[in-house]
């Protein structure tokens, strides 16, 4: 009997364990092939950029100053980099306004989804989900096929005399945020479907009971309650359009950079690595800053119901 | 058809809500359709044809790209799913203990660093292992995939998990089944759906990857979307739409499985 809390512990720590040993085979892949590299890369950051790439093994804050700062080859003065600078403000800008395009458009479409029969819900529900696992590169490709000079939009209207010549669509911010939106608008609805459907139709009712208008039940009854569906979106679609890389690429062209051009392009023909890496820090910073806010908003959102 | 008041309808959002869904299909449906276009250019249709297609079959670079892919996502999902499984168990049903939420973190974190930082990162760690141990195989572009599959694996694996209570399990270790015998005649049946699930969503976000696969891939080591890249940005033809149609026709084989696999636990 007195041994008894003895060999419970005992059994639990034995437990204990196993789970470690089970998961270890995970841990240890993302450790080697995810986290690590990641931690060299902050490394990476403070050294002096190699004549072809890579990097000396010197102590440098030039990556770091890179950032924002460029530096004279001249008189080695240091003055704002103004190409980094309107790339991150492109970056944040047009990430922002995929952000807010996908709401607009997700918001209404994914309630039409939650407010179907049970019946075609779901088959609504999966021509969401088809897009959403088809290739981001494809689906940008297919962007591309539009709106290119010999693409469906210009080549339909050059055959009906609209035009004499094509538009330029691609290669502009228009043509990146046409795609990241396009790309991007199932992560919107997916999550806002997720709370929509849970929403309680009875305090709708209510509302109208009390004589409220449709859009003031909008704001003032839904709205609120699939908050958390609305930052989840937010959330999911702001950090890959933050650091899209294949979109702004393609649509985008050498011109219109976005910050994960600005990184490849300093491990490509700009051969400075420890910018680069200072680059993707800050870009990994600003991704950890957005994701606490969404923990702070879920975690206050969840208090307040629970 | 009269049109009576429904406290669920919102003015205006049927009509965004078509309008989106005819936006999402409209640029994947002129993809396909020209995939079959007899001529070259998008401003004609010149009568259908296959001959893309052919042209796709016949190039080799394609079918060597096609072929790398699936050995990459094979490898990868197999291996991400055995590993996700494995810590989905270790980390469900059990009172919170030291190190869990350190679990979690690590598991999620691929999900949560933008790709390109991910793929910079391994640029830069395996040019260095390259150099020490000389070998340059696909071995790196397979470990890079498996590592940011666990988390999706992970994913359904867990959420099946949950759902599962411990007493059928308890049930056969009373009556004597040994441990390996629970997981194997009671956990893993019931688990199966979530572990297929956890397969097929790590095996197509394999196939579909596209960022860090170009930074890590060595020359020669091209996947399908690394090489639909390459094309896309030096010219385009409709071969490419014609092997977009096929990836995308392999695409919604797999999403179709996996909805029904889905709703058969429902």
Known sequence: ?306 | MAKTFSIRRQRGFTTIAMACFFALYLPIAVLVFYSFNAGESLASFDGISLRWFTKAFQNQQVIDASIRSLQIASFAAVVATIAATMAALATTRTEPYRGLTLKYAFINQPLMIPEIVTAVALLIFFARVKIWTGYSGLGYLIAAHTAFCIPFAYLPIRARLENMDLTLEKAAADLYATPWNTFRYVTLPLLWPGILAGFMLAFVISLDDVVITEFVKSAGQDTLPTYMLGQIRRSITPEMNAISTLFLLLSVCVVTVFFIVNRKRV
């Open chain 1, 1 to 306: 009997m007195t041994d008894m809390p003895g060999t419970i512990e005992a059994e639990k720590s034995r437990d204990i364990r196993k789970r470690w040993l089970l998961s270890l085979p995970a841990l240890l892949i993302i450790l080697l092939a995810s986290t690590g590299p990641l931690l060299i890369v902050l490394v990476y950051s403070f050294l002096t950029p190699g004549p072809y790439g890579d990097v000396q093994w010197l102590p440098s804050l030039e990556g770091w100053i890179g950032v924002v700062m460029e530096k004279d080859i001249f008189d080695g003065t240091f003055s704002l980099a103004d190409a980094h600078v309107s790339i991150f403000m492109r970056s944040v800008m047009l990430s922002l306004a995929t952000t807010v395009l996908t709401l607009l458009v997700g918001f209404p479409t994914a309630y039409f989804i939650a407010t179907r029969p049970e019946k075609t819900r779901e088959l609504w529900l999966f021509l969401i989900t088809i897009p959403f696992w088809t290739n981001l590169l494809i689906r940008t490709f297919a962007i591309l096929e539009i709106i290119r000079n010999e693409g469906l939009i210009n080549g339909l209207m050059l055959k009906f005399g609209l035009i004499s010549k094509p538009v330029q669509m691609l290669f502009t911010d228009g043509a990146i945020l046409t795609g990241m939106v396009y790309v991007y608008l199932p992560l919107m609805v997916l999550p806002l479907y997720a709370s929509m459907e849970k929403l309680d139709f009875r305090l709708v009712e209510a509302a109208y009971d009390l004589y409220a208008t449709p859009f003031r039940v909008l704001r003032k009854i839904i709205f609120p309650l699939v908050k958390p569906g609305v930052i989840a979106g937010s959330i999911l679609v702001f950090i890959p359009a933050l650091g899209a890389y294949v979109t702004p690429s393609i649509l985008g062209g050498g011109k219109n950079m976005m910050l994960g051009n600005l990184i490849e392009l300093q491990f490509g023909q700009g051969r400075n690595w420890p910018l680069g890496a200072a680059l993707s820090i800050t870009l990994m910073l600003i991704v950890m800053a957005a994701l606490l806010v969404y923990v702070r908003n879920a975690g206050s959102q969840g208090s307040r119901h629970g």
